[in-house]
């Protein structure tokens, strides 16, 4: 039987951001858009019992908002456009922006997960 390697302490927001393995940063952490792997390919950490749930999504609701309310309503003090303009602008902003985010904040969920232990049944998952 072999030791089991070392692996230093990584940044859960820096490897969640980059969408690789909370262990060793070297993996892709999803296979898929938004499937997490079974494990990682580098270091087959298991990944299976990680799951985000919907803090993702309600962190990027929170984000979206405080960033574009201000700046719809900024839009229609200085240039007063017709609603329209609003409602294909907006919408647009929104979807591409919650898109973009997703990704990341889940990886970000799962290395913070990783680092602290986490689990849903209030014991340790990971080694």
């Known amino acids: 039987m072999t030791p089991p390697a070392?692996?230093?302490?990584?940044?859960?927001?820096?490897t969640g951001i980059a969408c690789r393995c909370p262990r060793c940063g070297k993996g892709p952490l999803f296979d898929g858009f938004l499937n997490v792997a079974a494990q990682c390919s580098v270091c087959e950490l298991d990944l299976k019992k990680a799951d985000s749930g919907d803090g993702p999504a309600v962190f990027i609701i929170f984000i979206l908002g405080f960033l574009v309310v201000p700046l719809a309503l900024l839009f229609e003090s200085n240039f007063a456009p017709p609603m329209w303009q609003h409602m294909a602008i907006w919408p647009a902003v929104i979807i591409g922006g919650a898109l973009a985010l997703l990704r990341p904040m889940k990886g970000v969920m799962i290395a913070l997960q990783y680092r602290h232990k986490a689990s849903d049944s209030g014991t340790v998952d990971y080694d």
């Open 6 to 14: 070392f692996y230093p302490r990584l940044s859960p927001f820096g």
